[in-house]
C-alpha cells in the first residue's frame, strides 16, 4: 500500500486506461494502440519543462494576448505558445505558459486551474510530454482525463486521478512502484491459456467429428436399402400388370 498513488509516476497505456490502474487487459481499441505506439517528445518544443504548464480546455475565441494577460498575474511569463493548426490556423484549445521562476508554475497550477476565461472553465497541470517517462498522447490513444461520452477515460492524472485499489497485493505494488508494463506479460499468458485449451479440445473434436461421420454414413445405407426396396416393389408390380394383361387379351380370344 506504501508505493501506491494517484498520481501516475511513469505512464502506462494500460494502468491509464483503468480506474484504479489494475487492469490486465485493455477495455478499448484505443488503449490497444496506445500500448504499441513508439512515441517520441517533440525535439523542436523548446524552454524547460519543469517550468512549463500545460492549459487545456480553451474557448476557440481565446487570443495569445488574453492568456498573456491571464497568466502574468503569478509571475514572469517566459514564453507562451497556443497551439494551432497548420492549415487552417484555428485554436486547438490548448497551450504552453513557460515561467521564469519555479515559484510561480506552482502557483498558477494551483489558482488557474478551473479559472473561468472566454465563459470556459480552463484545466492547468504540468506539462507531461518531457517530464512523464513513457508518455503517449491523446491522439495515439493515450492522455489522461477525457470525457464520459467518449468512453475513454485515461486515469493518474490531476484531472483523474487513480482511485485506491480495494486489495493491492505484493505482486500490485511492486507494479506500481517500477511502472512496468504488465500487459506484455498478461497478453502472453492469455495466449498460452489459449493454445492449451484447443489442445484440450482437439481430442474431443475429432471424436466427434469420428461420430458425425459413422452416423453419416449408416444413414445413407439405410436410405440405399429403402430404394432398392422400392424399386424391387415397383418391379413386382409391373409384372403383376403384365401377366394381367396377358391374361385378359387370352380371355378375349376366345
Same mark, same amino acid.
Request: cysteine-free; overall charge positive.
Given at each position: ?9 511513469? +505512464? ?54 488574453? !492568456? ?10 517566459? /514564453? ?13 484549445? +490548448?497551450?504552453?505558459?513557460? +515561467? ?5 508554475? !506552482? ?14 472553465? !480552463? ?6 510530454? /518531457? ?61 498460452? /491459456?489459449?493454445?492449451?485449451?484447443? /489442445? ?47 391374361? +385378359? ?6
Amino acid at each position: 500500500m506504501n508505493d501506491w498513488s494517484p498520481i501516475a509516476k511513469v +505512464y502506462d497505456p494500460l494502468k491509464a486506461g483503468s480506474i484504479d490502474g489494475t487492469d490486465v487487459e485493455p477495455h478499448d481499441r484505443a488503449v490497444w494502440r496506445a500500448m504499441y505506439a513508439r512515441y517520441k517528445p517533440n525535439k523542436g518544443v523548446v524552454g524547460d519543462p519543469l517550468l512549463t504548464l500545460f492549459v487545456s480546455r480553451l474557448n476557440p475565441q481565446t487570443t495569445e494576448d488574453k !492568456l498573456h494577460e491571464v497568466f502574468s498575474k503569478y509571475g514572469d511569463v517566459g /514564453r507562451l505558445r497556443l497551439v494551432r493548426d497548420i492549415v487552417t490556423g484555428l485554436s486547438k484549445r +490548448y497551450a504552453f505558459v513557460e +515561467y521564469k521562476e519555479e515559484r510561480s508554475v !506552482l502557483r498558477a497550477r494551483r489558482d488557474a486551474s478551473k479559472l473561468v476565461v472566454d465563459q470556459h472553465e !480552463l484545466f492547468v497541470d504540468f506539462e507531461q510530454e /518531457r517530464t512523464l517517462k513513457g508518455w503517449v498522447p491523446r491522439r495515439l490513444g493515450g492522455g489522461q482525463g477525457g470525457k464520459k461520452e467518449s468512453g475513454q477515460l485515461r486515469f493518474g492524472g490531476k484531472d483523474r486521478p487513480f482511485r485506491k485499489p480495494i486489495n493491492l497485493g505484493m505482486n500490485s505494488a511492486q507494479d506500481w512502484a517500477g511502472g512496468g508494463r504488465e500487459w506484455d506479460r498478461g497478453t502472453r499468458e492469455r495466449e498460452d /491459456r489459449h493454445r492449451e485449451r484447443d /489442445r484440450a479440445l482437439s481430442p474431443r473434436h475429432h471424436d466427434r467429428e469420428t461420430e458425425w461421420g459413422s452416423r453419416g454414413r449408416r444413414d445413407d445405407r439405410e436410405r440405399g436399402r429403402e430404394r432398392s426396396f422400392h424399386r424391387d416393389r415397383g418391379s413386382e408390380r409391373q409384372r403383376d400388370d403384365r401377366r394381367h394383361a396377358d391374361s +385378359y387379351r387370352h380371355r378375349d380370344r376366345r
